[in-house]
């Protein structure tokens, strides 16, 4: 399984009407295969939209990419000239990830923590993480783990959800035995805030 993470930069203001075009054309697109999640940014990198679309391996996503293309509805019919850029990212799921998608109720809110580690790190990170990871969720699950397979290589991903920001606060301020986990040889963290679309599967 992997999922590709695609990132659209908007003008400011644009993104109620691309949230609209794309709960507009989304039926159409997902006669091919499900969206796993859409978010747009609230906190950190403003004006982004973010969908995410699961498959089994590349050579499916090249064919139902191919297919949807071909469809008169699709792509979304954003205002031409609001899209400032476009980023698309595979990432391969942890072994003790959840799949993404199918309808879950997690939270009003999600961030998205994405780590730099130095070559070699993931295996141990991965590791580290599926023996912490049981105490932690005691207190909000894990929406998504995952590692990059392509692109900027050596990065770790993990969403998480919450029911506000009040409840991320509680959260984070609590002491978790065994957390935070990780690995040695992280030299980079970035994180923003994201609100679920209304047709997302994940909200």
């Not at 191919?66 to 980023?87: E, H, Q, R, S, V």
């Not at 029911?163 to 994180?191: C, Y």
């Amino acid at each position: 399984m992997i999922y590709e993470i695609r990132t659209y930069d908007l003008k400011p203001g644009a993104i109620p009407q691309a949230e609209e075009a794309f709960a507009e054309a989304l039926p159409h697109r997902e006669k091919y295969s499900p969206i796993a999640a859409f978010w747009h940014t609230d906190i950190g990198p403003l004006n982004q939209i973010i969908h995410v679309w699961g498959y089994k391996d590349l050579a499916e996503r090249e064919e139902i990419r191919g297919a949807a293309g071909k469809d008169p509805n699709w792509p979304p019919k954003i205002t031409p000239g609001n899209i400032l850029n476009m980023n698309s990212e595979i990432w391969t799921p942890a072994p003790f990830m959840k799949p993404l998608g199918g309808d879950q109720a997690l939270g009003g809110v999600y961030e998205m923590r994405t780590y730099t580690y130095e070559p070699g790190s993931i295996p141990e990170l991965l590791k580290r993480w599926e023996e912490a990871l049981p105490e932690r969720e005691k207190y909000s699950p894990l929406a998504a783990g995952m590692y990059t397979e392509f692109g900027g290589l050596n990065r770790w991903l993990h969403i998480w959800p919450y029911k506000d920001l009040n409840h991320r606060a509680e959260v984070r301020a609590t002491k978790i035995k065994g957390w935070p986990s990780g690995a040695p040889g992280r030299v980079r963290q970035e994180n923003k805030i994201v609100i679920p679309a209304a047709f997302s599967p994940m909200h």
